[in-house]
């Protein structure tokens, strides 16, 4: 996966919070949304609320990995998306964090291909 794949300025973070779907599990928080454009990308947010520095890595190393072994395969191009960690993230077990995203991610790709008919 490349570079390319990632979000890299503000305005894409926002446009997924203001006109995307979201999906709420325990560990992780997942917004996409349609852009114009074949490929997809992805952006990663850990904010301070859910701890210091030390954990905030942690939660995006984490989210960093899901992104690359869950999403990738499965992500839809021309789609925005967004991990946003919380405080749950560093603590919980790989595997239920890849379980929550797996189940967010089939949500999603349903309101997703909803909102295309």
């Known amino acids: 996966m490349s ?4 979000i890299t ?32 990308r992805y952006g990663l947010t850990a904010t301070k609320k859910i701890g210091n ?10 989210l960093r990995v ?3 072994q869950v999403l990738a395969p499965i992500a839809m ?3 925005d998306y967004v991990l946003i960690g919380r ?5 919980s077990s790989f595997d239920e964090l890849v379980t929550e995203v797996k189940k967010s991610l089939r ?3 349903r309101k997703l ?4 008919k």
């Not at 954990?55 to 190393?61: A, F, G, H, I, S």
């Not at 405080?87 to 603590?91: D, L, Q, S």
């Not at 291909?113 to 295309?116: P, V, Y």
Request: net charge positive; glycine share 10%; no cysteine.
């Open 9 to 40: 300025s503000r305005p894409g973070f926002i446009r997924a919070r203001n006109h995307g779907e979201k999906a709420i599990s325990k560990g992780v928080i997942i917004q996409a949304v349609r852009r114009d454009g074949a490929d997809w």
């Open 66 to 68: 899901i992104a690359k």
């Open 77 to 79: 191009s021309g789609v």
């Open 53 to 62: 520095a030390v954990t905030r890595n942690r939660v995006k190393r984490r």
């Open 113 to 116: 291909g909803e909102a295309e």
């Open 87 to 91: 405080a749950t993230t560093a603590t």
């Open 3 to 6: 570079d390319k794949h990632i």
């Open 107 to 109: 949500y999603l790709h």
